[in-house]
């Protein structure tokens, strides 16, 4: 609801404006409205595009679109002039992740040796940049090690990243030790955190997380109504009313709860979520033998491009179709 607010305030601005300047750029490239940051950017003055804040804004751009490899090229070359910029090495490193999970396997380690240079240069100009600390967490828990995958130094970046924002550094400190099975640690962290943030809506949602993977589903579910209390924003709730609804529908209890947790989450998700709510909701009702509404949930969702969504949208309607016959 924010981001639409926002981006509707910028469209007023630039309706009324013959020219634009860079934080209405900014601003709409934050509300995930491409359109309108393209629009916005096109009618910058000549200089302001020149500018190195302009030029980023360009590049950001291609990201929004979806556009990585030109991506990559420009903010290859853009390093190239201006390599002593955070900015464009972040949005370099920020392109060359996503070039390495799109590209053949002879291509990934070089694209892969290309992010750690671009994120490790952005942290070495700017300690507390947490976007890049965050991201090179999750490359070194992901990647395998012949990539660059290290757990150890994804361990010192959560610490790092612990100094800056205590919250996600409790956070990233979890995910460190889950990943290498050290779930025992993992659960005192984020106990340790939540002692000094009671009200942390992430934290709360993080420790849920790993109940949901344990099948501990009463524990998730208490930790997923304070994540949904302690919500800060739209994206947050939304997506802690989502995981609620998901309980609900792969445990088989608390049907209604999740009914009511994914009617919620509905208005507030992300368009590209909503087919996944909308599947979930499929399931519920299905538990609730509501089947008529089962087959309208089923009949509203977009799978898109999502193959994994199609596939299980199509055992769904294969078990629906089973038990109305």
């Given at each position: 609801m924010k981001k639409k607010l926002i981006a509707f305030t910028i469209l007023a601005t630039l309706s009324v404006a013959s020219y634009a300047d860079i934080s209405l750029v900014t601003n709409a490239l934050e509300a995930d409205d491409v359109i309108t940051a393209e629009q916005a950017y096109i009618k910058l003055p000549s200089d302001e595009k020149e500018s190195i804040q302009g030029q980023i804004l360009n590049g950001r751009i291609l990201l929004k679109k979806e556009e990585s490899e030109?991506?990559?090229?420009?903010?290859?070359?853009?390093?190239?002039?201006?390599?002593?910029?955070?900015?464009?090495?972040?949005?370099?490193?920020?392109?060359?992740?996503?070039?390495?999970?799109?590209?053949?396997?002879?291509?990934?380690?070089?694209y892969a040796e290309d992010f750690l240079e671009a994120m490790e240069k952005t942290i070495a100009?700017?300690?507390?940049?947490?976007?890049?600390?965050?991201?090179?967490?999750?490359?070194?828990?992901?990647?395998?090690?012949?990539?660059?995958?290290?757990?150890?130094?994804?361990?010192?970046?959560?610490?790092?990243?612990?100094?800056?924002?205590?919250?996600?550094?409790?956070?990233?400190?979890?995910?460190?030790?889950?990943?290498?099975?050290?779930?025992?640690?993992?659960?005192?962290?984020?106990?340790?955190?939540?002692?000094?943030?009671?009200?942390?809506?992430?934290?709360?949602?993080?420790?849920a997380t790993a109940y949901i993977n344990d099948k501990a589903w009463d524990k998730a579910r208490a930790d997923l109504n304070l994540a949904i209390k302690y919500a800060q924003n739209d994206e947050d709730k939304s997506n802690a009313l989502y995981q609620q609804g998901k309980t609900s529908a792969e445990s088989g209890e608390e049907i209604e709860l999740g009914i009511n947790a994914l009617t919620q989450a509905l208005p507030l998700a992300d368009k590209a979520y909503i087919p996944w709510i909308e599947y979930r909701l499929a399931q519920l009702y299905i538990h609730s033998n509501n089947y008529e509404k089962a087959k309208d949930s089923i009949s509203m969702i977009d799978t898109n491009e999502d193959d994994d969504l199609k596939s299980k949208v199509k055992k769904l309607k294969k078990k629906l179709k089973k038990l109305m016959s």
């Open positions: 030109e991506a990559f090229d420009y903010f290859e070359e853009l390093r190239d002039a201006y390599s002593e910029n955070v900015d464009v090495n972040y949005y370099l490193g920020v392109s060359a992740v996503i070039m390495a999970q799109k590209a053949s396997i002879f291509s990934k380690l070089g100009l700017q300690p507390e940049h947490t976007d890049a600390l965050n991201t090179l967490i999750g490359f070194h828990l992901a990647a395998p090690g012949i990539a660059g995958g290290d757990t150890d130094k994804a361990l010192t970046y959560a610490n790092q990243l612990k100094k800056i924002d205590a919250v996600q550094g409790f956070e990233q400190l979890a995910n460190v030790y889950w990943k290498t099975e050290k779930a025992d640690l993992a659960e005192q962290i984020l106990q340790q955190g939540l002692k000094e943030f009671p009200e942390s809506a992430p934290l709360y949602f993080s420790r």
